[in-house]
């Protein structure tokens, strides 16, 4: 059998020759392909000014950075994340503040969410977690609710008055809010295009700048963009023109732009992403659900509530009654036929360094219990109905057994 790969990327003869052809051009950092990716996110979503960087984690980190958050303030963050998340909190000095899973479910816990907010707070960033996301009306409302405790410590936190928003979107382009695509809904939302996820430039994300009036989103695109480079006032590419070698330093920025053959690859999935690429997702989670749908042992993942629906990103399966051996020799059986899977995630306090900081698994019982029996599939664009059929009957038997 041929092996099964957990997220190749989806990377045909469209995307080589957009590829190429940037390389032709005679121009493949930031330039044309990037704004114009940048312009046709934004088209999509419908939200504020889009800034593409080199990855979600800087990209944040940036943003962390321009609300002057720092030592003595707290973020508050799910513990069932990636490590990103919490570890650009610790990059500016300020301290993550790590909450729970919701019982049965992945999503960060509102109510634990609600108890740690206190007068240090400066950033609630809840994680769609697989694509799902948040209820972000009831996290703006927490937000909204406790403007009483807030401190500012900058003309920008007075000028808002309250806990910034970030959505860790990292899984959720494309998911559904409402009915339109997310990254309107929160302050900033903020989306990775790394090589595994549903849409990918490769390495790569990108910030939705959508702060209430007065705050001039294009002035706060600008600055994050000028962070991104060094603090220097000119572009690159405008740099390079005839005549145009002149430029000014005016804060010792940092290097993260996103260069234009990453975009390049941008530019072909946004134009099917709506098309094929999310509906195919789709129709493999469906078809994972049909297969498990007869099983009392399989814990289906959630694609919907409410008035939200997942980007179908990962297909967590959780096996009922596991024990994370038991979850760990259904990843070696599935190996040993070819079938690649993974596990999302290792809560925050089981990682080491966390760990030796101080946090505890025992504090996060819903987090461990999600973690311990989750086992994530296959899904992606290539992926075949009868790849689908193989990878789930092969669960299905060696449960049987
Ligand atoms: C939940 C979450 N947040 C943030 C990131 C970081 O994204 P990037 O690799 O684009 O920096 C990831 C990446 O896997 C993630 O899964």
Known sequence: MKPIPFSPPRIDEKTIEAVVEVLKSGWITTGPKTRGLESKIQNYIGGGPVLCL???TNAVELVLRWWGVGPGDEVIIPAYTYAATANIVMHVGATPVMIDCEDGGFLIDLQLLENAINGSTKVIMPVDFSGLPVNYNAVMTLAEKHRNVFSPKNENQE????ILVISDAAH??????NG???GREVDVAAFSFHAV???TTAEGGALVFNLPLPFDNDSIWKSINRLALHGQTKDALSKTQAGQWQ????????KCNMTDLQAAIGWVEMDRYEL??????KAIALRYNQHFDSYDWAIKPVFQYGSAESSYHLYALRVRGFSEEQRNTLITHLAELGISTNVHFQPLPRLSYY?????KESDYPNAMGQFQNEISLPIYFDLTDEQVDLIATSIIQYMSR
Do not use: C, Q, T
């Not at 000028?159 to 309250?162: A, K, Y």
């Not at 430029?247 to 940092?254: N, P, S, T």
């Not at 094929?276 to 997702?281: G, K, M, N, S």
């Open 247 to 254: 430029y000014d330093i005016v804060e010792a920025g940092y």
């Open 355 to 359: 760990k030796n900081l101080g946090w």
């Open 54 to 56: 080199n990855a979600w």
């Open 159 to 162: 000028m808002l008055g309250r």
């Open 276 to 281: 094929d690429h999310l509906p195919r997702r």
């Open 180 to 182: 339109n695509p997310v």
């Open 172 to 177: 959720s382009f494309g998911a559904k809010y």
């Open 197 to 199: 996820k549903n849409f």
